[in-house]
Each structure stands twice: as structure tokens, then as C-alpha cells.
């Protein structure tokens, strides 16, 4: 099957009204920040964030299938010597706007920057917020799973009478594990904090996160030839990511030098998936 992509140069909120409902398998995105990128996104108030957001992911909701999910990176920053709570007052307006906030993922930065500051130490991590429309949705869990590690050779070698059973906590909460089920695995599953470093090569935009990232989420929660978003494209990482997975992408950016970058590097063929249908009179013979 041939890879398909689609570019849209425009506000997010219109150029998704150009996509069908229910067409989309997964949404990766990183929206600009509160009181940020104000040369090339203009930098929308903390006041206004939530409000600014929500007709976007009113039409992330309507394009999403039932069974699709939506990550969202964000992260709060610092106002007046306190974190403003717009990222948290945008999760309960987007759950009355109809979303299940379902997971909370942590991208741990590995190379942060180094910095010093009076009240606060740097920033290492950044939100990844998994949303999704119903409560079954698909998820590939064995398509990120890691090595067990060296832990697996010592842990492992001897087991008790207790390992060989599913203890229970001691502690009361109700949890237990049987240690024996790890004996012939390679690999386990991961958790939800992501040790990744940030991206270092300049792509000619202001913030773009590794490719690694959009990555994971791809494989967690998409197979081949599935549909995945990227309503703020920035400059195509999650394109990109997609297409090397064998994954169809849209993308959708209100900066035409972003829309034109990448336009060219992923060196569009005329494939599109949501290309209307024209009809055409036939010649008459001269």
C-alpha cells in the first residue's frame, strides 16, 4: 500500500474542518506554549490558553475515531513566582467537552538545560496527556516494551516459595505480583515516564521535540498504514516519524515557512487522503 500524506497551511481550528469525522487513528501534537513563540504563533495569555484550545480539540474530537487516541504535550510555566493552572483547567474543560483523560505520560528531558534560578530548580520534564473518546481504544503494548535488564540475571536466579505465588502487598494496597512469570521473559513493559533527550539539531523552528517521542506513541498506538494527526506540525518531526513507520500523516501549521519546509523534505508525491473526487466533462473530437 502506498503511503499517503496531506499538508494544510492554516488556523488548525478551519483546515481541520477539511477532514471527515471519525478518520484519524492517533493525534500527536505539541501546541504552543502560554506566553510563547510570539515571533512565529503570536504567544497566546495564560488567560486566554483554554479558550483558545478548545474550538481546536472540538474538531480533534470530531476527526478521531472511536477507537483513536490523542497525546497532548504541554506543560505549565511560571507566572508571577507560581505555576498558572491553565494546563489543568484545559483537562476539565476538555472532559466536559466530551474527552476521557485517560493516562498521563512523563517525557524525562535527559539533556535538559542547565540553568539557576532564586525560587525553583530547571525544568526535566514535560506532560504527555493521552485522551481518547471511549474507553476501548487500540494499544499495540508489545510493540514498546523494553529489555528486562541486568536486575532479571541476579533477582531471578533464585526464587522463594513466595515468588512462585502471587503475593500480596504487605503494606495493605491490595496490589501483588508472582515474580515467577518473569523467569523466560527477555523483555517487559514499559512505564509511563520516557527517558528521552531533547532535540539538539537545528530544524529551523522555535521548539521541536525528538523524534524518538511522537515515535513511541505511534507504535504504542497505531499499526501500518493508520492515520496519524499533527494539527501543529512545527517542522514535520511527527510527519516524519510517521512516515517511517509506514504510517499515512496529516499536518496542519498557520506558518507558511513551516508548511513549506516541510512540503519539501518529505518530497510530497500528488497523494492525498482526503482529496475530493472531481468529475470531469468529456473532450469533444474536433
Not at 30 to 55: H, M, N
Not at 251 to 278: A, R, T
Request: hydrophobic share 35%.
Amino acid at each position: 500500500m502506498h503511503i499517503q500524506n496531506q499538508v494544510f497551511l492554516g488556523d488548525s481550528k478551519e483546515e481541520l474542518k477539511k477532514i471527515p469525522s471519525d478518520s484519524v487513528d492517533l493525534i500527536v501534537t505539541s501546541p504552543p506554549y502560554a506566553d510563547q513563540r510570539k515571533k512565529t504563533y503570536g504567544g497566546i495569555s495564560p488567560d486566554e490558553y483554554v479558550q483558545w484550545f478548545l474550538p481546536v480539540s472540538d474538531q480533534l474530537l470530531r476527526v478521531l475515531k472511536p477507537t483513536g487516541t490523542f497525546v497532548l504535550n504541554i506543560k505549565e510555566k511560571v507566572t508571577n513566582g507560581e505555576r498558572n493552572t491553565y494546563v489543568i483547567e484545559l483537562i476539565l474543560e476538555m472532559k466536559r467537552q466530551g474527552w476521557l483523560w485517560t493516562e498521563e505520560f512523563i517525557w524525562y528531558k535527559k539533556n535538559c538545560y542547565p540553568g539557576k534560578w532564586p525560587n525553583r530548580f530547571r525544568d526535566s520534564w514535560e506532560r504527555l496527556l493521552q485522551f481518547n473518546k471511549s474507553r476501548s481504544f487500540h494499544m499495540y503494548q508489545e510493540e514498546v516494551m523494553v529489555p528486562m535488564g541486568d536486575w532479571k540475571k541476579t533477582r531471578l536466579k533464585n526464587l522463594s516459595d513466595t515468588d512462585k505465588t502471587r503475593d500480596d502487598s504487605k503494606v495493605g494496597s491490595g496490589f501483588g505480583k508472582n515474580i515467577s512469570n518473569w523467569v523466560y521473559r527477555d523483555k517487559a513493559y514499559p512505564t509511563n515516564v520516557l527517558h528521552l533527550a531533547t532535540e539538539c539539531n537545528n530544524k529551523n523552528h522555535s521548539a521541536t521535540f525528538p523524534e524518538s517521542l511522537p515515535s513511541w506513541f505511534i507504535r504504542l498506538f497505531t499499526k501500518e498504514y493508520d492515520v496519524v494527526l499533527d494539527p501543529f506540525m512545527g517542522s514535520g518531526t511527527t510527519l516524519f516519524a510517521a512516515k517511517k513507520l509506514k504510517r499515512h500523516a496529516i499536518g496542519i501549521d498557520i506558518v507558511p515557512e513551516y508548511y513549506h519546509q516541510v512540503m519539501n523534505e518529505l518530497q510530497f508525491e500528488e497523494s492525498y487522503l482526503f482529496e475530493e473526487k472531481s468529475t470531469y466533462e468529456k473532450s469533444s473530437d474536433k
